[in-house]
């Protein structure tokens, strides 16, 4: 039976072989794998590009104090990006569900409908969930739209679930009961993780100090934005900083809803003052780029 | 020759429930006049044809020139501009002529530039582009392979980078990705390859197959699994029976919404452990696929119970202020202020203390982690809630069922307590969106008013509440649920669209009262009176409005009154009253066409015509408290 590590490591040499670039997590506080620049940057723009990387995704309100077997405050992604995607690309995905030991002759599979939007990233995409026995394993995306501007090479984007993956072959009901390595469980490396964040998102987090850091962060990042236009050595320009200020509103956003601290009314100006700083990012990226060009 | 045709999109996979609106759009391809058999899986967008012809037929025709008077240089030009030699045209008396034909074209080659065009024109609720950037081929999901025969022969044309060709393939995983197929043999080898192309069949087996394993067949789950697997195959699970505590309504949900399996039931309403689940593969040998979906059902369930009882830690009843933290609507602010609203609403319609109660409760389910979860379930676990936390049995129903009517289809609700809840919320909700100016335009119904509406006026009609229309809406907002009452009584209720422009035209008290009337209308109109003096009556009114004439309530001068027809119909009319059944109104008729033979409204004398226009104004009047005939469309007005 393959450890959590194992299962990891197949898909990282599948993904490899088939020539992507094997990144490391990024290193800024994300909810999804999509979030990384690796993902939400990469994806924009006429140059090719080939990724695979695990992404830990922090999601506040799926908190359950390590109590509920299946929900996790931070899970795992592998998070793979093929741009453009390649016409077999499905196939290629089945392949590596056989890489990491699903024989699919003896399990049901069905991609079922299911498109991505992100309003606070001004993303979306066509897609499936993709079901293995009826557990929703991977959310398949063909991108459309990234920070609000149309793609010119439109990638798959292939999320893989890994605790999910990982529990299902190792046939356990508690993702805490996985084998994280051999002798080593789960919960030995993230219970505390999951307890310690829990009581800090639901309890402890600030809220005043968490909504002054989210009007800091956007300031930074409009101020940044501002200044592009008369910068005058356009690829010193540092617009992956800028996005990283982006990064960090999404998170704090995450947060304070997690909190409970915003209503449904604020919410929805809130996720428009984030996606006015990812849209504006996007655009700057690609006039970098074609400035690069 | 005639020729088989067999066109195959093969794809990835289509969401289920757009196929069948694909398939009927594709029904109508132009195939030179054969007929389309269409069918589809997921992944496979099918058309076959029999009998085409393998070319147009050659076309004769005349086609005619200048006059011979004009000269041999005309001619010369005309046999130029059809790019014939000049021998060919012909003096054919005074004109000259070309006796052409056009050869018919192979079929091949029509459909091979028609079909790209065709199949990129199919209408989809949402397209995606995969290939040749923002501007390349839009379709629902990427294309991968075409099929496309005429005869033995492959149809040639591109779409998307995809080449056609004869090539098909099978079941993702069970069958080949390269087989070569003809129009005869096409079905044959991809069932060979665990795919069964006809849904029809596949329904079939579902169904059967479901039902031998006892599950409750539910049309719409059906549907769905039809058109999201190639090869089904139904197989039976089970969950541990200590799940049967929570409630039907949930565990229904969580099996057929989320894990699309049919419930089992053991008695008619009373579950059983089990869940029917349909494959997209031809069996599960290790009993794997049973044991991962038992897995996943049993977390789900687990959620579930545990939603349930952290909410119990709350009734409902103080989780009015959690209502002050859920919007409603910006400018309509929250739950809480909805729930006062309510409440407020069910007094003044009369509701006894039980549908107070249950307003006061109807939304705070809104802040339980069940509906949280499943939110299809408002209303439902707010009543569940009730129940277990010891309301009267009217609360919990009349919370249960306040949703009611989700659709035209669906129910109103069963008790009045729920009947008038439902009415007030949604009633609610309409003249809040109505006053801040968030009102439907064309396909933007956000908040879905129509619906609501639809509701309204469901509820006020089958329940046969009688409330004025008055009471309950005014202006811009009465006028959208006079369009929905239009609507409710043309389209769910089946009378004709001019009885309920004549029933709406003299004005709306009750929906009770406009139903009565509508019936009336519906059951004099096949009596052979009544159109004639439908079309009558229209007349009386062009003479009024010729006439300018707009004195309400002229009196007539029974001194001025001509012995005959006009005397007649004075007195007949008179006699009947105000209230009388319809096809005693229509029994005017002869009168009325006598009258119309042998007077002559418009004469001189002053006098004379103001008091046949103030009699004729008067019947109008009299006999359009029902319905105003004049907008009755007869026979008449369809010739003119």
Redesign the interface.
């Known amino acids: 039976m393959d450890s959590y590590q194992d299962t990891v490591l197949k898909l990282k040499h599948y993904w490899a072989d088939r020539g992507a670039i094997i990144q490391e997590p990024y290193d800024v506080e994300v909810g999804a794998g999509t979030m990384c620049p690796e993902t939400f940057l990469r994806v924009l723009g006429k140059k090719p590009y080939k990724v695979a990387y695990v992404q830990p995704s922090r999601r506040p309100a799926d908190g359950r104090y390590g109590e ?3 929900r996790l405050y931070k899970h795992q992604q592998l998070q793979v990006i093929l741009k ?2 390649p ?1 077999d690309v ?2 290629q995905y ?1 392949g590596s569900l056989a890489a990491i030991g699903i024989d ?10 299911d ?1 991505w939007e992100s309003p606070t990233l001004g993303a979306w ?2 897609g ?1 969930q993709v079901m ?4 929703e394993i991977t959310q398949f995306t ?1 991108f ?1 739209q990234c920070g609000g501007i ?5 990638p798959a984007e292939i999320t893989y679930g890994l605790e999910r993956i990982s529990s ?1 072959l190792q046939g356990v ?1 508690s993702v805490y009961d996985m084998q994280w390595a051999p002798g080593v469980k789960y919960a030995d490396v993230r219970l505390a993780d999951e307890l310690q964040f829990s009581v800090y998102n639901f309890e402890m987090a600030n809220i005043d100090r968490l909504w002054r850091l989210l009007g800091e962060h956007e300031a930074e990042c409009k101020e940044l934005l501002a200044q592009y236009e008369k910068y005058p050595d356009k690829s010193r320009f540092p617009v992956l900083a800028t996005y990283d200020q982006v990064l960090k509103c999404s998170q704090l956003f995450n947060l304070l809803d997690a909190r ?1 601290a915003i ?3 604020e919410r ?1 100006g809130v996720i428009k003052r984030v996606r006015d700083l990812a849209v504006g990012t996007a655009r700057l990226w690609a006039l970098q780029q074609e400035a690069a060009a | 020759m005639s020729l088989d045709f067999l066109l195959e999109i093969g794809t ?2 289509i ?2 429930w757009m196929i069948p609106g694909a398939l009927a759009q594709l029904s109508k391809l132009d195939l030179l006049s054969a007929a389309a058999r269409v069918d589809a899986t ?1 992944r496979r967008l099918v058309v076959e044809a029999s009998n085409l012809p393998d070319r147009t037929p050659d076309r004769a025709e005349i086609v005619k020139g200048p006059p011979v008077s004009s000269g041999e240089k005309a001619a010369l030009g005309f046999a130029k501009k059809q790019g014939v030699d000049p021998s060919q045209v012909k003096q054919a008396g005074n004109y000259y002529e070309l006796h052409k034909t056009t050869p018919g074209r192979l079929a091949i080659d029509i459909l091979a530039e028609s079909l790209p065009a065709a199949i990129l024109a199919l209408q989809w609720p ?1 397209t ?4 040749g ?2 501007t390349g081929p839009r379709f629902i ?2 294309i ?1 392979w075409i099929v496309a025969l005429l005869g033995d022969q492959v149809i040639p044309f591109e779409i998307a980078g995809v080449k056609s060709g004869n090539v098909t393939r099978g079941h ?3 069958g080949s ?1 390269s087989i070569p197929v003809t129009t005869a043999n096409y079905q044959s080898e991809l069932r060979k390859n665990f795919v069964i192309l006809s849904s029809h069949e596949r329904r079939h087996k579902i169904e059967s197959e479901a039902s031998k394993l006892d599950a409750k067949i539910d049309a719409d789950l059906l549907e769905t699994l039809t058109f ?2 190639e090869f089904p195959t139904a197989i039976r699970g089970n969950f541990d029976s200590a799940y049967l505590e929570l409630p039907a309504e949930v565990l229904t949900e969580v099996m057929r919404h989320h ?1 699309k ?1 049919f419930a089992v039931e053991s008695a008619p309403n009373r579950l059983a452990p089990h869940f029917v ?1 349909v ?3 031809s069996g ?3 009993g ?2 049973q044991s ?2 038992e ?5 789900r369930f ?2 579930a119970r ?1 939603f349930w009882n952290v909410d119990q830690h709350k009734k409902l009843i103080h989780r009015g202020d959690d209502l002050a ?3 409603f609507q ?1 400018k309509l602010g929250s739950y809480l202020e909805k729930t006062n609203r309510i409440v407020e609403l069910v007094k003044e319609l009369g509701g006894n203390a039980h549908a107070q109660r249950a307003a006061e409760l109807c939304k705070c389910d809104l802040t339980t982690e069940m509906v949280k979860e499943f939110t299809d379930l408002q209303g439902i676990v707010g009543g569940l809630y009730a129940k277990e936390q010891g309301e009267p049995k009217a609360v919990a129903q009349a919370i249960y069922e306040h949703y009611q009517p989700l659709s035209m289809e669906d129910s109103i609700p069963e008790t009045r307590e729920g009947q008038i809840v439902a009415l007030a919320d949604k009633l609610d909700t309409l003249r809040g969106c109505f006053s801040v100016g968030l009102v439907p335009t064309g396909s933007k119904d956000p908040f879905a008013l129509r619906r609501a509406a639809q509701g309204v006026v469901k509820i006020l009609v089958e329940a046969k509440l009688d409330y004025y229309l008055d009471q309950l809406a005014t202006g811009e907002l009465r006028e959208f649920l006079t369009e929905r009452i239009q609507h409710y009584f043309r389209e769910v209720r089946g009378f004709k669209y001019d009885e309920v422009n004549a029933v709406l035209k003299v004005g709306i008290s009750t929906l009770k009262d406009v139903e009565d009337r509508l019936r009336q209308i519906a059951d004099v109109r096949p009596t052979p009176n009544f159109e004639p003096l439908a079309a009558s009556f229209k007349r009386i009114n062009n003479i009024l409005k010729q006439a300018a004439f707009a004195d309400d309530h002229a009196a007539v001068d029974t001194a001025l009154l001509e012995p005959g027809p006009e005397k007649d119909l004075y007195e007949e009319y008179s006699s009947l009253a105000a209230s009388a059944p319809l096809t005693q109104v229509a029994d005017l008729r002869p009168t009325v066409d006598k009258y119309f033979d042998k007077v002559m409204v418009n004469v001189d004398d002053q006098n004379v015509r103001r008091n046949r226009l103030s009699m004729l104004s008067q019947m109008l009047r009299k006999f359009s408290t029902i319905a105003d005939f004049s907008e009755i469309v007869t026979s008449g007005d369809q010739k003119s």
Not at chain 1, 132 to 135: A, I, R
Not at chain 1, 150 to 154: E, F, G, S
Not at chain 2, 295 to 299: E, I, Q, S
């Open positions: 509920n077997p299946n453009p995607s016409n499905l196939e089945l699919l002759s003896k399990h049901d599979i069905k991609f079922e409908e498109n995409g066509i499936w293995l026995d009826g557990l063909y459309q149309d793609l010119d090479l439109v299902f009901n409970g209503s449904v009314t929805v | 990835e996979e969401p289920h997921p949402k995606m582009y995969w290939t950037g923002k999901r990427p991968r993702r995983i069970l990705s999201i697997t894990q399996y689940a494959m997209n593969t599960d040998p290790d794997l696929v991962g979906n897995k996943v059902l049993r977390a687990n959620d545990f933290k859920v919007t910006a």
